[in-house]
């Protein structure tokens, strides 16, 4: 069985700063595939990064930064000098399959995450 | 181009009645995903289509639901004698099935059903 566990209900900083969003998984595939997506006040669920279990190279985005750590069964985001328009529900995501499959995606519960200005 | 869109936006019923959620995925994505996601609570997976079939319904849950895909585009979501624990947003995703390589989903705006 495969389990994705996001530990922070809801994280609030204030503008401009660093925030992590933590991300553990379980999963019993040695190959397995993890996604995250942002989901805004306006509900439309939308696609970030994904992360193939067998490259741990770490990746940066702009502001964006996902720190896979296979050791550990983390997938870490890290948004640097956050803005208010980074506010939102963000969901960690895992399959063991390369887009669902018969099984979908297995999400955590998400971080709500809260900047203010 | 369009994104994946669902209909209604937002559906309130009866207990007891039947609801249908209708999604249209993104033109030539031939993976279709339902999920639902209560308040406060992440996304639960219900139903995969690829294609028009379903090879596993084992995720619908209960035997009160039901799914269809026609055509490889339109699928609808079906709850028979609607309960009160069946509110929740519901979400379509579709995805590009390639031969290899990761694919993601992309997920359509859902339908809120409130059940009073």
């Known amino acids: 069985a495969q389990k994705v566990t996001q530990a922070q209900t809801e994280i609030s900083v204030v503008e401009k700063e660093d925030v992590t969003l933590d991300c553990v998984y379980e999963?019993?595939?040695?190959?397995?595939?993890l996604f995250w997506y942002k989901q805004p006040p306006s509900g439309e669920l939308v696609f970030l990064i994904r992360r193939n279990s067998f490259d741990e190279q770490n990746e940066i985005s702009g502001r964006y930064s996902w720190n896979f750590q296979k050791s550990t069964s983390s997938f870490n985001f890290t948004i640097t000098a956050s803005q208010v328009v980074d506010s939102a529900v963000y969901f960690c995501?895992?399959?063991?399959?390369?887009?669902?499959?018969?099984?979908?995606?297995?999400f955590g519960k998400g971080t709500h995450l809260i900047i203010q200005p | 181009g369009a994104g994946v869109s669902q209909s209604p936006s937002n559906k309130v019923t009866e207990k007891g009645k039947d609801v249908e959620l209708r999604c249209d995925p993104i033109s030539g994505h031939t993976a279709l995903y339902w999920y639902r996601q209560r308040l406060g609570q992440g996304l639960e997976f219900l139903i995969y289509f690829q294609g028009n079939s379903a090879p596993d319904k084992s995720g619908l849950p209960s035997d009160r639901f039901s799914a269809e895909r026609t055509g490889e585009s339109v699928s609808t979501l079906t709850i028979q004698r609607t309960q009160q624990e069946d509110s929740a947003v519901y979400l379509c995703?579709?995805?590009?099935?390639?031969?290899?390589?990761?694919?993601?989903?992309?997920f359509g705006p859902g339908t809120r059903l409130t059940v009073t």
């Open positions: 995703a579709s995805s590009l099935e390639r031969l290899a390589g990761v694919r993601e989903q992309y």
């Open positions: 995501a895992l399959s063991e399959t390369p887009g669902g499959g018969a099984d979908g995606l297995t």
């Open positions: 999963t019993r595939d040695t190959t397995y595939y």
